[in-house]
């Protein structure tokens, strides 16, 4: 049973829209334009709520012409890497607006993080987030960075994303990180699950907003195929998961039926369900005991694999 603190809290944000005077959960339009002002809206909020965790030093690099920053937490352990892909539909999401959450991250684990921007749909539809994802982990490795200490993490379209990405290093036979975690992945976006029916009025997100961020993402491609959708993917050989959801997400059934995909083809998962949680609540810590739970859980697994 979810505790109380995180029920007033969820609440709280489930009806953030009434400090707008809009009584109704608003619904995303099929338009650039809506997309454009959801992506302007996320860089606000940053703005007002981004502040970086004490004790984590930002260092700005562009990697490949695309805009990275290295998190590194005081006492960061040696050689180790965090590789974070971050979220935002594949239509939002950058440094600014990640910054705060993943420095946190950064914190927690103790070690280096690197954050970077991919290009974002509707102006840079599939596969251009994957190209860039590519091209700073193969930097990364350029670098000198070895697989055996690198952990991919992402979360929401980033969690997707990352997993898109082991596809892809593993066809391409480029080194795999040694594991990776998946905060509330984004794996089918042909929107199948049930879920998107039955918890859509629930979750945080607007009505329909995944099937326009789907449209402007994979634009004229298959969202069937795999590197777009996970979930459809031969799941075989990939590095030992770590995957997050809540019940009371949208995007649940994407966690659990890649879960279970990725257990039938023998990869070591673990599949943490969060009983009446939202959308990415791990990064929520330390609002509630449920997300430092979750949070802790997710630390423990990094800390287990690289073995630190």
């Given at each position: 049973?979810?505790?109380?603190?995180?029920?007033?809290?969820?609440?709280?944000?489930?009806?953030?829209?009434?400090?707008?005077?809009?009584?109704?959960?608003?619904?995303?339009?099929?338009?650039?334009?809506?997309?454009?002002?959801?992506?302007?809206?996320?860089?606000?909020?940053?703005?007002?709520?981004?502040?970086?965790?004490?004790?984590?030093?930002?260092?700005?690099?562009?990697?490949?012409?695309?805009?990275?920053?290295?998190?590194?937490?005081?006492?960061?352990?040696?050689?180790?890497?965090?590789?974070?892909?971050?979220?935002?539909?594949?239509?939002?999401?950058?440094?600014?607006?990640?910054?705060?959450?993943?420095?946190?991250?950064?914190?927690?684990?103790?070690?280096?993080?690197?954050?970077?921007?991919?290009?974002?749909?509707?102006?840079?539809?599939?596969p251009a987030a994957l190209n860039d994802t590519l091209s700073v982990y193969r930097e990364v490795l350029e670098k000198g960075y070895r697989p055996k200490n690198i952990i991919m993490m992402g979360?929401?379209?980033?969690?997707?994303?990352?997993?898109?990405?082991?596809?892809?290093?593993?066809?391409?036979?480029?080194?795999?990180?040694?594991?990776?975690?998946?905060?509330?992945?984004?794996?089918?976006?042909?929107?199948?699950?049930?879920?998107?029916?039955?918890?859509?009025?629930?979750?945080?997100?607007?009505?329909?907003?995944?099937?326009?961020?789907?449209?402007?993402?994979?634009?004229?491609?298959?969202?069937?195929?795999?590197?777009?959708?996970?979930?459809?993917?031969?799941?075989?050989?990939?590095?030992?998961?770590?995957?997050?959801?809540?019940?009371?997400?949208?995007?649940?059934?994407?966690?659990?039926?890649?879960?279970?995909?990725?257990?039938?083809?023998?990869?070591?998962?673990?599949?943490?369900?969060?009983?009446?949680?939202?959308?990415?609540?791990?990064?929520?810590?330390?609002?509630?005991?449920?997300?430092?739970?979750?949070?802790?859980?997710?630390?423990?697994?990094?800390?287990?694999?690289?073995?630190?």
């Amino acid at each position: 049973m979810a505790s109380l603190k995180s029920k007033i809290l969820i609440g709280l944000m489930r009806k953030r829209h009434w400090l707008k005077g809009q009584w109704k959960k608003p619904e995303m339009k099929n338009s650039v334009e809506a997309v454009l002002a959801f992506r302007a809206e996320c860089e606000r909020g940053a703005e007002r709520f981004g502040k970086v965790t004490e004790g984590v030093t930002i260092q700005p690099e562009v990697i490949n012409t695309i805009i990275s920053e290295w998190l590194i937490p005081e006492n960061a352990v040696p050689d180790k890497l965090l590789f974070y892909v971050h979220g935002g539909g594949y239509v939002s999401g950058s440094c600014n607006d990640h910054r705060s959450i993943v420095a946190k991250i950064a914190k927690a684990t103790q070690m280096k993080t690197l954050l970077f921007e991919y290009a974002l749909a509707p102006e840079n539809p599939f596969p251009a987030a994957l190209n860039d994802t590519l091209s700073v982990y193969r930097e990364v490795l350029e670098k000198g960075y070895r697989p055996k200490n690198i952990i991919m993490m992402g979360e929401s379209a980033g969690g997707g994303l990352s997993l898109a990405s082991l596809l892809a290093l593993r066809d391409k036979k480029l080194p795999l990180p040694k594991a990776a975690v998946a905060i509330s992945p984004w794996t089918d976006l042909s929107c199948s699950g049930e879920s998107y029916r039955t918890k859509n009025k629930m979750s945080l997100a607007p009505l329909n907003c995944w099937n326009v961020f789907s449209g402007f993402y994979a634009a004229e491609n298959n969202v069937t195929n795999p590197y777009i959708s996970p979930l459809f993917g031969d799941l075989k050989g990939l590095p030992p998961l770590f995957i997050n959801a809540g019940t009371a997400d949208e995007l649940y059934d994407d966690a659990r039926r890649f879960s279970d995909k990725t257990r039938h083809a023998g990869v070591d998962v673990t599949f943490s369900r969060g009983e009446d949680m939202i959308h990415c609540y791990p990064l929520l810590a330390p609002l509630f005991a449920e997300a430092t739970n979750a949070m802790n859980e997710i630390t423990a697994f990094i800390k287990y694999h690289l073995q630190y």
